[in-house]
């Protein structure tokens, strides 16, 4: 081999490994996080899936700090990913860097907190770490405790129940799907999306005026939302009710009614079917889910009561304007319920595969008794 071929050959050789070797490595493309004073929600985007470890370093005597690591291995952090100082809520920084050749760090400084939970999801492929100071399920148990305490310190009667409304400052409303992706479309053109909006902006106006609580959408114009950042959203802003709205769609063309959902483990395989549709996640991402386990009894129990009382109140309202047939209340494993720290539901307000109820969703008349319903329904729930 002469010295000119060699040096080709070698020229050569270095691009193939270079090709192979960063074809090899996954790309760290992008963090979003959301974070109140007792929860932080941290996404790690990256375009392919990496193996990684994940761990919680010994909680250090003198601060007040955690420090929660994520190891991606064979993973590079593009140009655009760079340390940051945040300082919102309990979130204080994150911090990048290469613990060897092959390994990427994330360093992500938060106050103290209880517990966590860590979920994967593809397309595209990304890490969901939520933190929590007190898990909900604990704080309520606490809060029952101190209570108790107190009436045994006073040795007064029992206080009467609460109203809900006493407690009630935040509703969050989530119009289902948006921008690139339409949700269900009627054989008319007419997207689910765009009805979903339509419907949570007259709901909020309608919820504010007539029930004074705040109303916040997880989007007020057409952008697509991951499914986790809606209750990220939900639960940064302290919401005490969630709710997520949808149309549906059947085979059957005239298939009509209302249904609405919350968060629970199920078998059922048309549920799960269902759930693969409105979440746009992989069958073995809600298999991974159901092998989680990561709803707590008393948290699916509001959802449940919360389901009810709504779906029972609004189809009645509906039945009374025009027939209206009840699908009933079920539960689903819909991954846009995950996570959320309040009752949360999602309603399937009609059917936009039926062609009767399509022309209904676009007049505006009708929209409104829709949301009228809802609202008088939300407030019998939050005995106003
Ligand atoms: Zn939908």
């Given at each position: 081999?002469?010295?000119?071929?060699?040096?080709?050959?070698?020229?050569?050789?270095?691009?193939?490994?270079?090709?192979?070797?960063?074809?090899?490595?996954?790309?760290?493309?992008?963090?979003?996080?959301?974070?109140?004073?007792?929860?932080?929600?941290?996404?790690?985007?990256?375009?392919?899936?990496?193996?990684?470890?994940?761990?919680?370093?010994?909680?250090?005597?003198?601060?007040?700090?955690?420090?929660?690591?994520?190891?991606?291995?064979?993973?590079?952090?593009?140009?655009?990913?760079?340390?940051?100082?945040?300082?919102?809520?309990?979130?204080?920084?994150?911090?990048?860097?290469?613990?060897?050749?092959?390994?990427?760090?994330?360093?992500?400084?938060?106050?103290?907190?209880?517990?966590?939970?860590?979920?994967?999801?593809?397309?595209?492929?990304?890490?969901?770490?939520?933190?929590?100071?007190?898990?909900?399920?604990?704080?309520?148990?606490?809060?029952?405790?101190?209570?108790?305490?107190?009436?045994?310190?006073?040795?007064?009667?029992?206080?009467?129940?609460?109203?809900?409304?006493?407690?009630?400052?935040?509703?969050?409303?989530?119009?289902?799907?948006?921008?690139?992706?339409?949700?269900?479309?009627?054989?008319?053109?007419?997207?689910?999306?765009?009805?979903?909006?339509?419907?949570?902006?007259?709901?909020?106006?309608?919820?504010?005026?007539?029930?004074?609580?705040?109303?916040?959408?997880?989007?007020?114009?057409?952008?697509?939302?991951?499914?986790?950042?809606?209750?990220?959203?939900?639960?940064?802003?302290?919401?005490?009710?969630?709710?997520?709205?949808?149309?549906?769609?059947s085979p059957m063309a005239n298939t009509t009614g209302i249904e609405t959902f919350y968060l629970d483990l199920t078998t059922d395989r048309a549920t799960r079917r269902l759930a693969a549709r409105e979440n746009l996640i992989q069958e073995k991402d809600i298999v991974d889910y159901f092998k989680l386990n990561l709803v707590k009894v008393s948290e699916a129990n509001q959802s449940a009561t919360f389901a009810t009382d709504f779906h029972n109140g609004f189809v009645k309202t509906m039945d009374q304007k025009c027939e209206t047939r009840d699908l009933g209340v079920k539960k689903a494993l819909f991954y846009?319920?995950?996570?959320?720290?309040?009752?949360?539901?999602?309603?399937?307000?009609?059917?936009?595969?039926?062609?009767?109820?399509?022309?209904?969703?676009?007049?505006?008349?009708?929209?409104?008794?829709?949301?009228?319903?809802?609202?008088?329904?939300?407030?019998?729930?939050?005995?106003?």
């Open positions: 081999m002469t010295y000119i071929k060699l040096k080709t050959y070698c020229v050569f050789w270095l691009l193939v490994s270079q090709l192979a070797f960063s074809s090899e490595f996954a790309q760290l493309k992008k963090i979003r996080y959301w974070s109140s004073d007792d929860y932080v929600r941290v996404v790690l985007y990256l375009d392919k899936e990496t193996p990684h470890k994940l761990f919680r370093l010994k909680k250090e005597k003198v601060k007040e700090s955690d420090r929660f690591v994520v190891d991606l291995y064979n993973t590079d952090v593009d140009v655009a990913v760079k340390d940051q100082t945040i300082n919102k809520g309990f979130f204080k920084r994150i911090r990048f860097g290469k613990h060897d050749n092959q390994t990427l760090r994330v360093v992500l400084d938060l106050e103290l907190f209880n517990s966590q939970s860590i979920q994967k999801f593809h397309e595209p492929y990304r890490i969901v770490l939520d933190f929590y100071k007190e898990a909900p399920a604990e704080r309520a148990i606490r809060e029952k405790l101190t209570e108790a305490q107190k009436m045994r310190d006073t040795l007064e009667p029992s206080p009467p129940p609460k109203k809900r409304s006493a407690n009630m400052t935040t509703i969050v409303l989530d119009p289902g799907h948006g921008g690139r992706d339409p949700g269900t479309i009627g054989k008319n053109g007419t997207m689910e999306k765009d009805i979903t909006l339509k419907i949570a902006r007259k709901l909020k106006k309608l919820i504010s005026e007539q029930l004074k609580i705040n109303v916040v959408l997880t989007r007020n114009d057409d952008t697509y939302l991951d499914l986790e950042e809606r209750t990220a959203i939900a639960n940064e802003h302290n919401g005490d009710l969630f709710i997520s709205i949808h149309l549906n769609s846009v319920l995950w996570g959320a720290r309040m009752p949360s539901i999602l309603t399937e307000v009609g059917f936009l595969s039926n062609k009767k109820e399509e022309k209904q969703f676009n007049n505006d008349a009708y929209l409104n008794s829709v949301c009228e319903a809802m609202t008088k329904s939300l407030k019998d729930y939050i005995k106003l």
